[in-house]
């Protein structure tokens, strides 16, 4: 009959896989890290064309202490960095602001992408960069058209509400998406707490910008 291993060697090996599986996980990470953000940073490049309609090229901003940095190197973004991306047509005049905002949802966070004119105090264009909200119902934030449809001209101010009972009365109201309610308020919520801090920011660099152009 074969020894039985001791209890000494079943922990040194289980220690051992455990160590191995985690080193693999390591360097896994180290290698698909780099080429997941380029491909984020590359899908929400995209997007900014997309929430700001009529641009042709666009410049990117850190945001901080009440000043707008030029960002040479967008891989070098930090997760806790809030970026601005300025839109500009081919002549080279503004067209808007694309905003990054991410924030809780019902099932995990959710991130988006959003373009803001700061003469009109309005939101222009509105796009879904990551999500996991329940899908058939959560999901809804992605392709339901009256939902999406609420931020071609979205007034800011005072704030953005979601109107729950029939459709939107006021040009500050998104329609809540019918079975999808909490994921309609946390999108309207990230909202309001993202763009209120850079509100004033923003309208100061457009007006030294001369304003986004029709």
Do not use: C
Request: charged share 20%; net charge negative; hydrophobic share 40%.
């Amino acid at each position: 009959m074969s020894a039985q291993p001791t209890s000494a060697r079943l922990i040194i090996s289980v220690t051992l896989a455990g160590l191995l599986a985690g080193l693999l996980l390591a360097a896994t990470y180290r290698v698909t890290q780099p080429l997941i953000e380029a491909n984020q940073q590359k899908a929400t490049e995209t997007a900014i064309f997309q929430v700001l309609p009529g641009t042709d090229h666009f410049e990117s901003f850190w945001a901080h202490d009440g000043i707008l940095e030029p960002i040479e190197n967008p891989l070098s973004i930090r997760a806790d960095q809030q970026v601005v991306y300025l839109g500009r047509d081919g002549q080279n005049q503004m067209t808007g602001f694309a905003i990054p905002a991410a924030g809780p949802g019902f099932q995990d966070t959710i991130k988006v992408l959003y373009g803001f004119d700061p003469n009109k105090r309005e939101i222009i264009g509105f796009q879904v960069l990551d999500s996991r909200e329940t899908p058939g119902l959560g999901d809804k934030i992605l392709k339901d058209p009256a939902f999406l449809g609420s931020f071609k001209h979205l007034a800011v101010e005072p704030v953005i509400l979601l109107q729950t009972k029939g459709p939107p009365q006021h040009n500050n109201e998104v329609d809540a998406i019918s079975g999808a309610t909490i994921s309609s308020r946390a999108i309207v919520n990230l909202l309001n707490k993202n763009l209120n801090p850079l509100l004033d920011l923003l309208s100061q660099k457009a007006q030294a910008e001369g304003g986004p152009h029709e």
